[in-house]
């Protein structure tokens, strides 16, 4: 079975013509997205009138015979939330955030929160643990979600709001849960973990998460999807992804205009390559 992993790809509207002509000259049995996979450049309140194209986007994959789960991440507009279930109900794609997917006999697990940031936009910010709430020292602006009527309002105490949701540890633990076969399943996380480099900012801090490395050493998943940090290839010597333990761990996000993205082959244990980075 050959899977295509990536993340991010709502750095353009482009993006998602470039992953049809790579399902098409790879042909790939699988496409994993580890979320923000709305097009930001349009700006994030815009994403809803790109609804129409993406469910033609995944209609087109459907056609080409080929399945796709998707997750969500920190720039995803959360309204976006009740279409990405209709496309799962009409057999376009798996979404089931916090629960597992099983899509030709491999459990897919999701987990879309990430831990807090200096942008605006909070909906998908999570504490690490309830013992670490981890709020970014640095904001851009005041903490802002999104509401009914797609208006940005702001959070008025972030701190309690952050205490008061499920924390990432406690959202991994949960799906864990649902997991029958932990080491044969793969995670779609939208941030990276911490201590692998694959977290590096193109200003040089290392910003993955805590919780989702403990996570990766505790149950060894066979594969982990990260995204978020997408520019941390370039920044690390290439390096696309760790292997830590059993546990490979994948940085999926994009770098420049082509697209990004590794090709997971499970025929004979798991192989990887990436479109880029091992081809130069
Ligand atoms: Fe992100």
Redesign the pocket.
């Known amino acids: 079975m050959k899977i295509l992993a990536t993340?991010?790809l709502?750095q353009m509207n482009n993006k998602w013509k470039l992953l049809i002509s790579a399902v098409e000259k790879e042909k790939v049995d699988v496409v994993a997205i580890a979320?923000?996979i709305f097009p930001k450049d349009v700006g994030i309140q815009k994403q809803i009138s790109f609804t129409p194209h993406f469910r033609k986007y995944l209609e087109r994959l459907a056609e080409l015979n080929t399945k796709v789960v998707l997750n969500l991440?920190?720039?995803d507009n959360q309204l976006v939330i009740p279409l990405m279930y209709t496309l799962h109900n009409d057999g376009l794609c798996y979404y089931k955030p916090e629960d597992v997917a099983i899509v030709n006999d491999i459990e897919f697990a999701s987990m879309p929160y990430?831990p807090d940031?200096p942008f605006g936009y909070k909906f998908?910010c999570r504490a690490e643990s309830k013992n670490n709430l981890r709020i970014d020292p640095k904001q851009y602006c005041e903490p802002l979600i999104i509401d009914k009527t797609n208006k940005f309002v702001i959070i008025e105490n972030y701190q309690s709001y952050l205490y008061n949701q499920k924390s990432i540890e406690e959202s991994l633990e949960e799906t864990a849960s649902k997991v029958k076969n932990i080491q044969k399943s793969i995670w779609l996380i939208?941030?990276p973990p911490a201590h692998m480099n694959l977290d590096v900012c193109a200003h040089g801090a290392k910003v993955g998460s805590q919780a989702v490395y403990d996570f990766i050493k505790k149950y060894q998943p066979m594969i982990t999807i990260h995204?978020?940090?997408?520019e941390s290839p370039e920044y690390n010597g290439h390096k696309y992804f760790h292997k830590e333990g059993n546990t490979y761990c994948i940085q999926g996000?994009q770098v420049t205009a082509r697209l990004f993205y590794t090709i997971i082959d499970l025929d004979n244990g798991v192989s990887l390559k990436h479109s880029y980075y091992d081809s130069i």
């Open positions: 993340s991010d709502h979320g923000d991440g920190n720039d990430v940031h998908w939208h941030v995204g978020h940090i997408h996000g």
